[in-house]
């Protein structure tokens, strides 16, 4: 990854109010979806809106939000009432009763750190769920194409199982003239077997996909999915690494996380800084005094006898102990540098995932063309051949056994390759965070709203109040 680029994320953070949102506009994980083929693209949005880890974090952001509202007000005033058992006598009568109320005042700009921090909190939270919602599309789309491709070989081997049976048959009526032996009935036999095997390991794996498919989607086992088709093709539009990692250190909701993650952790070193400052506590109170009722006190009343009395107090606390005040200080500096590194460790992420993926993708693209173009039709034009031969008596049917099997191993080879070539598409647009069509050279993709994008809120200035 180049330098500047993770410089700039490092010192830069999205603008835009995270407060008080409680819906989660279409974003990421919502144009990934919408860029699928209809079957798929349903299947997904099934995902999005019933899987339950999703809505759990979706549910946590929003009480994240609520949190800002709660840090940034006043504490509350405190009330005080005071009835004197004994009462005090003074000059100008007994006290009687007193009443008081008193606020707590943060020193100057305190509130407005905290209420910062909370947002940029809430902005991670809701990056973090649609960064799980990425996620969720992503394995939906690896569980379709893994299952449809099951479905493909399922296929494959019910028409071998058919081939292989008439295949016997002749076997059984060459053996039966005497013309051949009764060793390739027993060989075709036994590779109707090992199909049958291959239809219950399809079962089986295809019992273990649904059942974590339904997990997703919060379905009871045994619920209708849609069509399940693996692609007639993949598009793979060009692809360039600098543009990709750019692209997806700007669209990935892990980006906005660490990003929120590291203005929380300067907004928290601001807010540790000025608990050095003393906050200031105002108070009302008034006193009720009763008239003297003494001897001296009714023949000569004193001048403002039995007046009630009315006081204002003002008092700091004191930020004495040091050792504690240095260690909040020493504590959100390393949670700012372990913020830092957070964002770091996308960028890593990002740039192995792309390594990664870059690669495996045209290598997969080419295979998957060998076997439509060269693969596929040399074993099918080679069973032809065979069958030709073998009813011309020139070969035997172990020979038509040997070619049949090829073409089925291709067949089977090809709709593997084709699904993992969806499968590792699915994986690159889940690491960019953008459908592929939108990450060409000269596409213009729609910009990423705040709000999904973790909706960082705009820096407030530190040193306010100072």
Do not use: C
Request: aromatic content about 4%; overall charge negative.
């Amino acid at each position: 990854m180049k330098i500047p680029v993770l410089a700039g994320l490092l010192a830069g953070v999205l603008a835009g109010p995270a407060g008080g949102q409680s819906e989660f506009p279409a974003a990421a994980a919502e144009r990934l979806a919408a860029s699928l083929p209809p079957a798929l693209a349903e299947l997904a949005r099934e995902v999005l809106e019933r899987n339950p880890d999703l809505a759990r974090a979706r549910r946590e952001a929003v009480a994240a939000e609520l949190r800002a509202p709660q840090v940034g007000s006043l504490p509350d005033p405190m009330a005080t009432l005071t009835h004197f058992l004994a009462s005090p006598e003074t000059r100008v009568g007994p006290q009687r009763l007193a009443a008081g109320v008193s606020q707590r005042l943060p020193w100057f700009g305190k509130l407005a750190l905290r209420k910062q921090a909370a947002l940029y909190a809430a902005a991670a939270a809701r990056a973090e769920a649609e960064a799980r919602a990425v996620a969720l599309v992503t394995e939906t789309r690896r569980l379709f194409y893994d299952l449809a491709f099951l479905d493909a070989q399922e296929e494959a081997v019910r028409a071998d199982r058919l081939t292989l049976e008439h295949y016997e048959e002749l076997a059984r009526a060459r053996y039966a003239s005497g013309i051949g032996g009764e060793q390739a009935v027993v060989k075709i036999q036994a590779e109707i077997t090992r199909d049958d095997q291959r239809l219950l390991d399809v079962a089986t794996r295809r019992a273990a996909l649904t059942a974590s498919l339904d997990a997703l989607r919060a379905r009871e086992p045994g619920a209708p999915l849609p069509p399940l088709r693996l692609p007639e093709e993949v598009a793979v539009p060009e692809l360039l690494y600098e543009r990709l990692e750019l692209l997806a250190l700007e669209a990935r909701p892990e980006v906005a996380r660490a990003r929120a993650r590291i203005a929380e952790a300067e907004t928290m070193a601001a807010l540790a800084h000025k608990e050095y400052r003393p906050d200031v506590t105002l108070g009302l109170g008034y006193t009720v005094v009763g008239r003297r009722d003494d001897d001296a006190g009714r023949a000569m009343p004193p001048e403002g006898n039995g007046d009630d009395v009315v006081g204002f107090t003002a008092g700091v606390n004191l930020p004495v102990w040091r050792r504690r005040l240095e260690a909040g200080v020493a504590e959100a500096a390393q949670r700012e540098l372990a913020a830092q590194e957070g964002l770091r460790s996308v960028a890593a992420d990002v740039a192995r995932a792309l390594g990664d993926l870059l690669h495996r993708i045209p290598l997969a693209a080419e295979q998957l063309a060998l076997f439509d173009d060269v693969l596929t039709i040399q074993a099918a034009e080679a069973l032809r051949s065979a069958e030709t031969a073998y009813s011309a008596g020139i070969l035997g049917a172990l020979d038509l056994l040997d070619a049949e099997r090829v073409l089925f191993d291709v067949r089977v080879a090809a709709a593997r390759t084709l699904a993992d070539l969806a499968i590792a598409v699915a994986r690159l647009e889940g690491t960019v965070a953008l459908p592929l069509a939108e990450t060409e050279p000269g596409a213009a993709h729609a910009p990423v709203p705040q709000a999904a994008a973790g909706g960082i809120p705009a820096a407030i200035d530190h040193r306010s109040g100072d």
